[in-house]
């Protein structure tokens, strides 16, 4: 009975490390944004290794790149959350920029953006007596403050990202000691941009009903 208990945790935990992200293959009800503002919806499967995406709609299936589109939105069945992606200019290591998809984590004054990849990791087996080496394939993230057209890659939240937000540094700094947050893990992080955001939307908007009323 135990090594049937062990064969489903074994299962489950290779589903959902496989399905970390949408795959090429798996599909997800969404939409498509292309440059030139047509709106497709459909069936999306989005192939994170060569970062194109095919939409399938009554039984036809085209395939897009980062090139022929402005955004796209999908539903995560396995996230259980709607995600959205946009196609970004990006400088490669080749020396020459290239559009590329981005999943936006927060809009607003502070973007946040998360590109994520495929990589393969090895992995020693526990057998002293005849060690193997698999290759593990894990999903790892870059995470990027993207403003006025340039992007910022973060390393460290608290150095880099929170003195971005001095403008409402008191409320967002009673709102990480009421929350007790470490702002080590990214929901923690992504809590205290989402604040910031919606605190710079309230004062726009109340500024402009301000000059409103003056007139």
């Not at 980062?66 to 992606?85: L, S, T, V």
């Not at 403050?145 to 990202?161: A, I, K, L, W």
Request: proline content about 2%; overall charge neutral.
């Amino acid at each position: 009975m135990k090594y049937y208990y062990l064969f489903l945790l074994c299962f489950f935990v290779q589903f959902t490390s496989a399905t970390a992200l949408p795959q090429y293959g798996f599909w997800c009800s969404g939409q498509v944004t292309l440059e030139n503002d047509v709106v497709l919806e459909g069936d999306i499967s989005y192939d994170l290794k060569f970062d194109a995406l095919q939409i399938k709609k009554d039984g036809v299936i085209r395939t897009y790149t980062a090139q022929n589109i402005a955004a796209f939105e999908i539903f995560d069945p396995i996230k259980y959350r709607h995600r959205k992606y946009v196609a970004i200019d990006y400088a490669m290591g080749e020396g020459y920029d290239r559009k590329t998809f981005f999943e936006v984590l927060s809009d607003g004054e502070l973007m946040v953006l998360r590109k994520s990849k495929y990589i393969r990791r090895p992995r020693v087996t526990e057998d002293f007596r005849a060690p193997h080496i698999y290759l593990n394939v894990v999903c790892r993230h870059t995470y990027y403050v993207y403003r006025e057209g340039e992007f910022m890659e973060v390393e460290d939240f608290q150095s880099q990202v929170l003195p971005l937000m001095r403008s409402h540094h008191r409320q967002i700094k009673d709102y990480v000691q009421r929350c007790d947050l470490k702002l080590r893990e990214i929901h923690e992080q992504m809590r205290v941009v989402n604040l910031y955001n919606q605190l710079v939307a309230i004062g726009e908007t109340d500024k402009l009903l301000t000059e409103s009323v003056g007139k």
